[in-house]
């Protein structure tokens, strides 16, 4: 009888153990796996922490076209205002027309092949901008940009021995310009949306 107890109190000793080492298990996969989960999206969760969550969403925002447009043309009138001796803007508008969702009128004070360059690559370097944060399609960049792009080679022509490969490089050099002014191009963007038309001074 004595032998029968001990059976079971061994029994249900193992049994307990077994249970306990199930259980550990249980929270280590668990462990494991939201550690897994977060390494392989802390970027996003730091964001997520650093900013605001409006701010936060907005960024992964697919824009509307007319969004993207004011961003293109806040692109072409931030570059002028850079070059404040070269260029004049009289005017910015995203109200579309039959031939164009918008425009930027710009005064050339002072010719300059190298700056007119990187005028006419503003449009474009906004909206790879734009499709770095996610906000537009990579394949829509563009797009719309033909005029500006033709224009941008003809510049090209006109002062480098080899204009496709600085065709690339100007392009990056006006987006780089537009990233260390990135508030500015937010906060004009968000005003041409609202207002549509920006005479003489934005």
Known sequence: MNKTNDYQKLDNKLSNQLIHI????LIGTNVLFITVIYLGNHTKI???LKYD???YFLKEKQLEEEEITS???TGHTLIALLYPENFQVPYVTIKRTQRTLGHTSCKV???DPKTETLLNFGGTAAENILAKNHQMKRLQVGKG???DHNSAKHNLNKFSPYPQKDFNDFLQ??????????DALDEISRKLLIKKLYL???
């Not at 199930?22 to 298990?25: A, D």
């Not at 050099?173 to 990135?182: A, D, G, R, S, V």
């Open 71 to 73: 961003y293109h043309e």
């Open 46 to 48: 730091k964001n997520f």
């Open 53 to 55: 969550l409006w701010g």
């Open 109 to 111: 004070l002072k010719s």
């Open 22 to 25: 199930w259980l550990w298990g």
């Open 200 to 202: 003489k001074k934005i």
């Open 173 to 182: 050099k006006t987006e780089h310009l537009l990233q260390n002014n990135k």
């Open 145 to 147: 940009s033909g005029s």
